[in-house]
């Protein structure tokens, strides 16, 4: 009885203990629990981290940055520089947004070709203005320069796959209707020349030299015109707006690449003044652009990134034969186009009929899943066209191969026009 009770104490204090070693073990599991995560969440880079999405040779990587700068972002993915590379935004720009999309421009070799001049540059730049400010040539408004590829037997030669050839235009003195004013141009005559500076000759007008003198360099062409008087402004030039899409950038993605500069213009006008000195008439009578203005250059993003479709809506384009590289722009389209995936609906209808209604039913043109106008056209994918979601599909990835020649350029003119 005695070495029972004794035992029985002994295996008590036994369980005591590895019930005391237990829940402090199980305290510290919940420390733990409590406590790591806060620890990761510092040493991730979460905590003001920023998140920079990088495009390098065809290729993104995805960061998460705590530093200061672009530069600092692109040392943390393991990105290296060469000195010709180009970076945008800049290495040294600063991050303060919560995320960036950065795109790595790789240097290659080209040869610029400027009349006897020949050499080659590395850079990393992709218009002929671009690379020619890159290797330190001015150009003038009217000079044309011209990217081409190297042919294949001279690329061992020249060292380069790239060609830039530059034109120069020829430096004249244009004294227009008592104005003196430097000018350059591709012309070959002085005919040629008025031509190109869309200066338009009245019976009154004088020329010298003659119309079919040969232009060359640092020679003065004089107009000048009897009777009315004459006078001569400066007027700026407004610039134009360009948007290019870049798939570089998500949907809705909105920046100024090259912001626009309003240009110069030497404005001649010629007026009839009244008895009194005023002006009756006021005629526009020649316009030359002495600083061209600079386009302003907008990025538009059209990159998308998972569009939103069902599994039927993925079963209906693999029938149809559409690439499943083309599943996101082909369904970006049917969104926006019919938003149910509904094969009998019209255009402007609500909801999804259950059978084909006729159009005299005055419901609309647009018909299907791509709404086409009119919906009898996509008799020519099947006889079932009226209510099956494939033949639909099938006449729908035709019309998009036909008129843009794929599925994306169908898709990016759906995002600049809204229509198809």
């Not at 992709?126 to 042919?151: F, R, V």
């Not at 002085?190 to 003198?213: A, C, F, Y």
């Not at 083309?326 to 609906?345: F, K, L, Q, S």
């Not at 005299?360 to 647009?366: I, K, N, T, W």
Request: glycine share 8%; aromatic share 8%; hydrophobic share 40%.
């Amino acid at each position: 009885m005695v070495t029972d009770v004794l035992t029985s104490g002994i295996l008590t204090k036994k369980i005591v203990r590895r019930a005391a070693i237990f829940f402090a073990c199980f305290t510290l599991v919940l420390a733990g629990f409590y406590i790591a995560p806060q620890a990761v969440h510092a040493s991730n880079g979460s905590v003001g981290g920023r998140l920079v999405t990088i495009y390098d040779r065809g290729e993104k990587k995805v960061v998460l940055s705590n530093g200061v700068t672009i530069g600092d972002a692109l040392k943390k993915a393991n990105i290296k520089l060469d000195a010709h590379d180009n970076v945008e935004p800049g290495v040294d720009t600063k991050m303060v947004a919560p995320s960036y999309y950065v795109n790595v421009y790789r240097a290659r070799p080209v040869l610029v070709v400027d009349g006897s001049t020949r050499v080659k540059v590395m850079t990393a730049f992709q218009t002929p203005d671009q690379i020619a400010k890159d290797a330190g040539i001015s150009l003038y408004p009217e000079d044309i320069a011209t990217l081409s590829q190297i042919e294949d037997q001279d690329i061992v030669s020249d060292g380069a796959g790239l060609k830039l050839t530059i034109k120069r235009a020829i430096p004249i003195t244009l004294d227009l209707y008592s104005q003196a004013t430097p000018v350059r141009t591709q012309a070959a005559t002085v005919g040629d020349m008025l031509r190109e500076k869309k200066i338009v000759l009245t019976t009154k007008d004088h020329v010298v030299p003659p119309l079919n003198t040969p232009i060359t360099a640092g020679m003065t062409v004089q107009i000048w015109r009897e009777g009315k008087q004459t006078i001569t402004t400066q007027e700026a030039v407004p610039f134009a707006s360009q948007t290019v899409q870049s798939g570089d950038y998500p949907l809705g993605y909105q920046a100024v690449q090259t912001p626009g500069q309003n240009g110069l213009a030497t404005v001649t006008y010629e007026i009839v003044l009244d008895s009194s000195g005023q002006i009756v008439s006021k005629t526009e009578i020649a316009r030359i652009v002495t600083v061209q203005p600079v386009t302003q250059v907008q990025v538009l993003g059209v990159k998308l990134s998972g569009t939103n479709f069902s599994a039927q809506s993925q079963a209906i384009m693999a029938a149809a034969g559409i690439a499943a590289s083309d599943y996101d722009y082909a369904a970006y389209i049917v969104n926006h186009e019919n938003g149910m995936w509904c094969p009998t609906r019209w255009q402007g209808e609500r909801g999804c009929p259950s059978d084909y209604v006729p159009a005299s039913a005055g419901l609309g043109p647009g018909y299907g899943l791509c709404q086409a106008t009119p919906g009898s056209k996509m008799s020519s994918a099947g006889g079932d066209w009226e209510t099956n979601p494939i033949t639909q599909m099938i006449w729908c990835s035709g019309y998009a191969n036909s008129r843009y020649g794929s599925w994306q350029n169908a898709y990016l003119h759906w995002v600049s026009y809204h229509s198809w």
